[in-house]
């Protein structure tokens, strides 16, 4: 009866973790820039649109992520031999923010802000059992941007952000897209 009860809860966390997964895979995948979810490894097991855009997009050549020999979308290898993000990955730490050059020693080229998904108190491995996704070892959220690439607010975020009039806004927006006042 022990062991039924066990089981029942196991499957019931399994349950919540996967509806969890999906919810918060859902709002990365919304996210307008690279987002990855990796193992310790570096290993991706998760990318959102954006990163797929950017691995398979017009300009790969310019991405952070490129398809390996496998098939198997991996980090552009300055990324992944950055010597922050190692220093990372062996820490404790919750979350850093490097910028990394696109070519060994040149000028810095992408932001990369990396995020622990597993807590060091969250108590996760001792509760999941070895069968549960989160007893694999410590995974990670992974946020790319180009450093060159300007984000531009919509219209929409501008008028809400300044209570701007259609007008206001119209002329906001030739603005930020570098236009002068004249």
Not at 118 to 124: A, M, Q, R, T
Request: hydrophobic letters at 40%; charged letters at 20%; a negative charge.
């Amino acid at each position: 009866k022990v062991q039924r009860l066990q089981r029942l809860q196991r499957d019931a966390l399994q349950r919540h973790l996967d509806e969890a997964h999906r919810h918060w895979y859902g709002v990365l995948d919304s996210l307008g820039h690279c987002a990855l979810v990796c193992d310790e490894l570096l290993s991706i097991q998760f990318a959102n649109r954006q990163a797929y855009a950017l691995c398979h997009g017009d300009a790969p050549q310019n991405s952070p992520l490129v398809v390996d020999a496998a098939g198997q979308m991996v980090l552009r290898q300055v990324l992944a031999q950055h010597l922050g993000l190692r220093q990372f990955l062996r820490s404790e730490q919750e979350s850093a923010s490097f910028d990394v050059p696109a070519v060994p020693g040149g000028p810095p080229h992408w932001c990369l802000t990396i995020q622990s998904l597993s807590g060091k108190d969250d108590g996760g491995e001792e509760e999941c059992g070895d069968s549960a996704p989160d007893a694999r070892g410590r995974r990670f959220a992974l946020f790319i941007n180009s450093l060159h690439q300007s984000v531009k607010p919509s219209a929409e975020a501008l008028a809400r952000r300044f209570a701007l009039t259609p007008t206001e806004t119209q002329v906001a927006r030739l603005l930020v897209d570098g236009m002068s006042k004249q």
